[in-house]
């Protein structure tokens, strides 16, 4: 309740009113100056109230984003774990999917690599799926596409060759650069070069960009993890707390 240093009834008025049913309009130039007074040497005594209010404004502004999030995951879950052409490694019978939104030139995504890797190896019951989503510069998209063209003309596992290269690659992608990396792993370079341009290519990495904004991702890496979108880079131990709390719940 706000202290009042003049007891006249029309203040103590206001003072015993929800707060809901104050209205400043209706008051006297004398009553607002008065009530303002009053609160802010309230909040002057107890400064700690501010930050209480801060604190529980903050918590339900979390609240809120992480039920929109979930509602987001639901409506477009087939679109996120079974789009029929993004790469599925870990276990893919796992009782847990972790998706990866990722941008080869990300330095957050290329220190999210060996942490999602450290959590494959010491989980073997975790589906992981790879989202090719460049939005960096013209670099990352080439990375993408390069990606994507060796999945399409060599399978998934030449992906995870090419795709581990890639996140820790810090040269300049340029054509010889591929050809050298494709060559390397002796893959039929002329095949997945020709590949890179074509619509097929196109296709996946644009379903990906419209699925992001759907999901209303601007940045990279993203994760879902079951019903859950996780904005940001994480380390192995936080991932893999949540990652108890799902089978928790389960």
Not at 42 to 55: G, K, Q, R, S, T
Not at 118 to 142: C, H, Q, W, Y
Not at 193 to 221: F, H, K, N, W, Y
């Amino acid at each position: 309740m706000i202290r009042l240093a003049v007891p006249s009834l029309a203040v103590l008025a206001l003072a015993a009113a929800p707060l809901t049913a104050l209205d400043l309009n209706s008051m006297s130039a004398e009553e607002r100056a008065l009530f303002h007074a009053e609160v802010r040497a309230y909040l002057m005594e107890n400064p700690e109230v501010i930050l209480e209010a801060v604190n529980a404004l903050e918590e339900r502004q979390a609240a809120a984003q992480a039920q929109a999030d979930f509602d987001l995951v639901k409506v477009n879950e087939k679109e996120i774990f079974e789009d029929g052409f993004s790469w599925v490694g870990g276990n893919p019978d796992g009782d847990i999917t972790l998706v990866e939104f990722v941008d080869y030139r990300c330095g957050f995504c290329r220190r999210a690599h060996s942490e999602v890797e450290s959590l494959l190896e010491t989980d073997g019951n975790i589906r992981l799926i790879m989202k090719e989503f460049p939005i960096l510069g013209e670099a990352s998209v080439t990375s993408s596409r390069f990606a994507v063209a060796v999945k399409q003309v060599e399978g998934d596992d030449a992906y995870k060759l090419v795709h581990d290269t890639l996140i820790t690659f810090n040269g300049e992608v340029t054509d010889v650069a591929l050809r050298r990396i494709s060559d390397g792993f002796d893959f039929d370079t002329d095949a997945v070069l020709a590949r890179m341009d074509s619509d097929a290519v196109t296709e996946e990495i644009s379903a990906t960009r419209a699925l992001a904004q759907r999901l209303q991702i601007s940045g990279t890496p993203t994760f879902v993890m079951e019903d859950e979108l996780l904005r940001g880079f994480l380390p192995a131990d936080q991932m893999a707390a949540l990652v108890a709390e799902k089978r928790a719940q389960d």
